[in-house]
């Protein structure tokens, strides 16, 4: 019952080097969504994708790039990673249930640290 | 304006407590909203959803939506240290002649502390 599985937990880098978050979900999902928390903030949403090879742009995209090969992964590069993207990372899916109401389901985040 | 609104608090409160959190929103073509809880170091998780105006209860919590006033609350009775956690109020998308439109919008999220 493993739901929605986000790697790495942890990870630290050095400004200007690139990175991957895996999001996997078990789920049969079709929407998945990439958002960042940081204090005060709240959820912003990064990326998200409606189907499998499908992506589109959210609330703060620039600096960010994803992909959605399969239905069950959806994954969140950093190019060249800055301070400003130090911050917890969020992945969901969802389904719609009672017509278009939409229920998202979180991994339990990963907390990036760029130095 | 930002669509959804959220006093981030922090707000702490004695045991047994009636707690009151809410969201204001600027759009009233939405129907549909949810509360969302976050425990420290956690994903968010749904809590309850609420679609169209009143009251919706489940348990402890009661979920409110006043669409004259475009306010939603989420009361928690006689609350509990393990309700200590960040509550987030989620909008829904948009439905207009079954077709959805917009886009989900979070609240800041208000940190709440139950202490015993």
């Known amino acids: 019952n493993a739901g929605v599985t986000q790697t790495p937990k942890f990870r630290v880098l050095k400004t200007g080097q690139s990175m991957t978050l895996l999001c996997a979900q078990d789920?049969?999902?079709?929407?998945m969504y990439w958002y960042r928390q940081d204090p005060g903030m709240g959820l912003r949403l990064i990326h998200y994708?409606?189907?499998?090879?499908?992506?589109a742009k959210g609330e703060v995209p620039d600096g960010y790039n994803v992909s959605r090969l399969k239905k069950q992964n959806f994954l969140l590069g950093l190019e060249s990673a800055a301070p400003s993207q130090t911050s917890v990372y969020f992945c969901a899916s969802s389904y719609l249930f009672a017509g278009l109401n939409e229920k998202l389901f979180f991994g339990s985040g990963t907390q990036l640290s760029v130095l | 304006q930002k669509e959804v609104e959220q006093d981030p608090g922090p707000l702490s409160v004695p045991e047994g407590a009636i707690v009151s959190l809410n969201c204001t929103y600027s759009n009233s073509a939405f129907q549909y909203f949810m509360w969302y809880r976050q425990y420290s170091r956690k994903g968010p998780e749904l809590l309850m959803y609420?679609?169209?105006?009143g009251n919706k209860e489940d348990g402890r919590f009661t979920a409110q939506v006043d669409k004259s006033s475009k306010y939603i609350s989420l009361f928690i009775r006689d609350s509990q240290p393990s309700d200590s956690a960040t509550y987030l109020c989620?909008?829904?998308?948009?439905?207009?002649?079954?077709?959805?439109?917009?886009?989900?919008?979070f609240g800041q999220g208000t940190i709440l502390t139950v202490h015993p």
């Open positions: 989620l909008k829904g998308r948009g439905n207009a002649g079954g077709t959805s439109y917009g886009k989900l919008t």
């Open positions: 609420t679609y169209s105006s």
């Open positions: 789920m049969n999902h079709e929407y």
């Open positions: 994708s409606v189907g499998e090879g499908t992506t």
